[in-house]
């Protein structure tokens, strides 16, 4: 059976939205990170499907930079989680309220 | 789909009404249905049905975290060299030199991070 | 695929530079690591060299249509390293004092600058997203980079979410705009929109999300929360890189998105984005009187400026013509100016700060104990503020004439209304420097040599523009796409 591209694309909307909404409601620093990586990959699934649609390798090319620049991010922000966990012991973001107004 | 200028923003409320609408409801049905039972057991950590014993809060290692963090970078970095292996010989030296020049690039990082005593286990 | 080498040469020898950065931070001994900042310096120097051999040369395009070097890039690209310059000398002695580690903050900086460089000639949607990043991605760590500090960690935990959750929004507009048009280049993009009229709802959702993307990079309301605690707890240097160079790397994608490849749907986003605008503005110009930290005052100020330069992108119109050159022209005049007020003043920030402290109470009396930093210090705030005849008067007068020439003259009028509302902080600034009794701060203040060079550049480029803004105006009009 194949499945129609469509299908990938709401996939992919259903995705991004779940991790939208997940940054939002969720209060613990590295769920909000899974949920904006989440959004990170629904963007890739749609790249992938688009480029596959159109017969054509755009799709895949944009995929490569996304991840490897989301890899940089996984990085950098997995550090400064670390950094205040480090002198915290908390990853909640109701917490980290120093610098308010 | 509606036409004339407002119907482009009525498209956009749309989107935004279905997605308010989609939200609220999977939120609103998990509170409606899901079953409130306060004990003490469910505020417990569940860790395989085994009561869990001591504190959660114990310390690793931190260079755990560094080799792993190192690890995503360099091995998310190799994605590149992929695409350039499969048409390698339709590329001439120019592509060659700048792919050596990428993983120089990569290798000063590696280099940095060595310098820094990164990779030391201590 | 042949390479313009020539077209890429700032962008090669910035790269360069970083390398030998990166090696002379390793081998160099922790008590000689002041000498890595002469080395950026040179870097930038160079890159600024490479950069001004390519000004007045004919467009070069390069990467397949992705790179292009123009008077618009070349213009950015020099006021990028020169915002790069004063910020490394603004840093200096403050990293010195403060005990940041200096190898990894000059090399940081120049992997942003070489960001800001690339994104100024990026015409394709996937080369703005990565250089984007490259911006950012520096920036975070430099907001933390005093990692005792727990303000620090939080300034670079607010900026890391708010910025990857905007990215993310971003290239789901991206996405979608590839799937309707099948290209990622910005003039393609132009055509094939006005091609399929078939799908324009959902190039127009798509819009939305690319502006909510950059919304948040130019700290846009509603989308500025990260803005004020990111500038307080960064270092002071950090925070006005933040607020000069990386903001304007943000405006110049979203200029360049606008303007090229989404100024068919001008119609649907205009007046969205001059809501955006009149709110950002106001938002930050209201938040600002209650401020009493220096470096949050100045942050909200930049909110509301940000609001200034959003402001022409009301006015553009669907089929081009002069209504929209004069309106990117004005953006820009507002960009390059924006720029050295911005810097004086932070710099100012940061020549006190040390011995007088970062509150508005500390400055009282100012104008008695160091006369010539108060002197310095008001001609930034009343730039800011557009009071003629200072550059800042200028750069309002050309939004002004941009928004009055769209014939949007509510949007005037809002402005007008904003620039008497922000008079009123700045000049409690001024009023607390000079007409209230010296406190029990340090009698005159002992300014670093580097320091004195930043505040005397960006006073004279200050008074300079002021006083001949043609200077500005012309060049803006020459830099734009349109």
């Known amino acids: 059976m194949r499945v129609p591209g469509a299908a990938y694309l709401i996939v992919s909307a259903i995705l991004f939205t779940t991790g939208a909404v997940g940054v939002l409601v969720r209060r613990n620093v590295l769920v909000m990170f899974m949920c904006i990586e989440l959004m990170l990959n629904a963007v890739n699934l749609s790249f992938v499907t688009l480029g596959r649609m159109m017969h054509a390798l755009d799709g895949q090319v944009a995929v490569f930079f996304v991840l490897v620049v989301a890899a940089a991010e996984v990085v950098v922000g997995l550090a400064i989680i670390v950094a205040i966990f480090r002198r915290r012991a908390s990853a909640d973001a109701d917490q980290i309220n120093l610098l308010k107004w | ?122 | 695929m042949q390479i313009d080498y020539a077209a890429v040469a700032p962008e090669l020898v910035l790269t360069g530079a970083l390398c030998i950065v990166l090696v002379v931070d390793l081998v160099l001994p922790d008590n000689r690591k002041g000498l890595i900042m002469p080395v950026s310096l040179l870097g930038v120097a160079g890159t600024l060299l490479a950069l001004l051999a390519l000004a007045g040369d004919p467009t070069r395009t390069t990467l397949g249509g992705m790179f292009v070097v123009d008077s618009f890039a070349v213009t950015l690209k020099i006021l990028f390293c020169v915002a790069a310059l004063l910020t490394l000398a603004m840093s200096y002695d403050y990293l010195r004092k403060e005990g940041i580690h200096q190898g990894e903050f000059y090399f940081l900086l120049l992997c942003s600058l070489l960001g800001m460089l690339t994104i100024a000639s990026s015409r394709d949607l996937l080369p703005i997203f990565v250089s984007l990043e490259l911006v950012s991605v520096p920036a975070f760590v430099l907001a933390g980079l005093q990692k005792i500090d727990v303000k620090s960690n939080e300034a670079a935990l607010k900026f890391f979410l708010f910025s990857i959750l905007s990215t993310a929004v971003m290239l789901f507009g991206m996405s979608l705009i590839y799937g309707i048009t099948g290209t990622t280049n910005l003039a393609e993009i132009a055509v094939r929109l006005a091609a399929t009229p078939v799908l324009r709802s959902i190039a127009v959702l798509s819009v939305f999300f690319v502006v909510v993307g950059f919304g948040f990079k130019i700290s846009a309301f509603p989308f500025q929360w990260w803005v004020p605690d990111t500038y307080e707890g960064s270092p002071v240097p950090v925070a006005a890189f933040l607020s000069v160079a990386s903001k304007t790397a943000g405006f110049v994608g979203l200029l360049q998105i606008m303007f090229i490849a989404f100024h068919g749907l001008a119609d649907v986003w205009r007046p969205f984005i001059a809501a955006v605008a009149i709110l950002t503005m106001t938002f930050g110009n209201l938040v600002a009187l209650t401020q009493r930290h220096i470096v949050r005052l100045l942050a909200y100020s930049s909110i509301g400026q940000a609001g200034y330069i959003l402001l022409p992108l009301a006015v553009v119109n669907v089929n081009g013509g002069s209504v929209n050159h004069e309106a990117f022209a004005a953006s820009i005049a507002y960009l390059l100016i924006y720029a050295f007020m911005e810097m004086g003043a932070f710099s100012v920030a940061v020549a006190y700060g040390r011995e007088g402290g970062y509150f508005i109470d500390d400055y009282a009396g100012l104008g008695y104990r160091a006369p010539g930093l108060a002197v310095v210090m008001t001609v930034f705030l009343f730039s800011l503020a557009g009071i003629p005849p200072l550059a800042g008067w200028a750069a309002k007068l050309f939004i002004f004439r941009a928004v009055i020439d769209g014939h949007e003259y509510w949007l005037a009028v809002a402005m007008a209304v904003n620039t008497v509302i922000a008079l009123f902080y700045y000049a409690k600034v001024v009023r607390r420097m000079f007409f209230e009794p010296a406190g029990d701060g340090p009698l005159g203040v002992k300014v670093p040599l580097l320091l004195q060079a930043t505040i005397a550049v960006s006073t004279v480029m200050v008074l300079l523009v002021g006083i001949l803004p043609d200077l500005a105006a012309h060049l803006a009009r020459m830099s734009t796409l349109v």
């Open chain 2, 1 to 122: 789909m509606p036409k004339g200028y407002f119907g482009e923003y009525l498209t956009l409320a749309f989107f935004a009404g279905m997605m308010l609408l989609l939200v609220a409801g999977t939120l609103g049905l998990n509170k409606l249905v899901s079953p409130k039972v306060h004990r003490d057991e469910k505020y417990l950590t569940y860790e395989c049905g085994v009561d869990p014993v001591g504190g959660g809060w114990s310390q690793t290692q931190i260079r755990y975290y560094l080799f792993g963090l190192l690890f995503v970078v360099f091995d998310v970095e190799a994605v590149f060299l992929f695409p350039w292996a499969v048409v390698f010989d339709k590329l001439g030296t120019a592509a060659f030199v700048e792919m050596v020049i990428f993983i120089g690039i990569l290798a000063l990082g590696l280099a940095y991070a060595w310098r820094k005593k990164v990779l030391e286990w201590l």
